[in-house]
């Protein structure tokens, strides 16, 4: 199914204590090419659990033992940033306001509509693997940016931000010549062919405003 493909290389994790609504429930995503793990205990899921696990977790709220809160709670502690559909047949609004408020993506009750789980299911792996896109992104810039030398770093933001070699030789007092060979290595470091390309490593990295732009009114 190729509508699913980007979801194929994720797991969801179903964690509910009743037998039959996780067997139900591991049924209806694997009937849509999903992965599925389905855990009985809270508990046993957290141990299994790891950072370089992706996908998404269907919760239930209330369990023996570890219930689902506490299950957040332990997978926020370990700064793991799976997205939570929370599950309940129990949802009382303080219960509610908790799990949104600590991060869940979703709170559905039972008995729910397998629609709507299908769907927000979905929209939680979509999520998730662009904000794991983002982040590699945005390791690669940090790693790029880190190659930089002082000096060079010096001539990299007002590079980035439009201005002309000549002034960026007046900035820091220096020949125009000099500047040029800092651009060239600047550029090469970064791997950048045109400074447009400099200009959103600058911005991706947070060090540059698209607004901030020279020339921008």
């Not at 269907?58 to 997205?83: A, F, H, S, T, Y």
Request: proline content about 3%; glycine content about 8%; aromatic content about 6%.
């Amino acid at each position: 199914m190729t509508e699913h493909t980007a979801a194929d290389a994720t797991i969801v994790y179903v964690v509910d204590d009743d037998a039959g609504m996780l067997e139900s429930t591991q049924w209806l995503l694997e009937s849509v090419g999903l992965k599925v793990e389905a855990y009985s205990d809270g508990r046993k899921f957290l141990d299994s659990v790891t950072q370089k696990n992706s996908g998404c977790v269907v919760l239930d709220v209330r369990m023996p033992g570890l219930g689902g809160l506490n299950v957040q709670e332990e997978l926020q502690k370990r700064g793991l940033e799976l997205p939570i559909i929370f599950i309940s047949g129990h949802a009382d609004v303080p219960i509610v306001v908790r799990a949104f408020k600590s991060g869940a993506f979703d709170f559905i009750e039972k008995p729910f509509n397998e629609q709507l789980l299908l769907d927000s299911v979905q929209q939680a792996l979509q999520e998730h693997q662009q904000t794991s896109q983002q982040q590699r992104g945005d390791a690669r810039t940090e790693t790029l940016l880190s190659t930089l030398t002082r000096r060079e770093r010096d001539v990299f933001l007002p590079l980035a931000q439009g201005y002309t070699s000549r002034e960026i030789a007046d900035q820091l007092n220096v020949s125009v010549k000099t500047i040029d060979l800092y651009r060239a290595r600047v550029m090469k470091r970064l791997g950048a062919e045109r400074l447009p390309d400099v200009t959103g490593i600058a911005i991706a990295a947070g060090l540059l405003d698209s607004l901030d732009l020279r020339g921008r009114q």
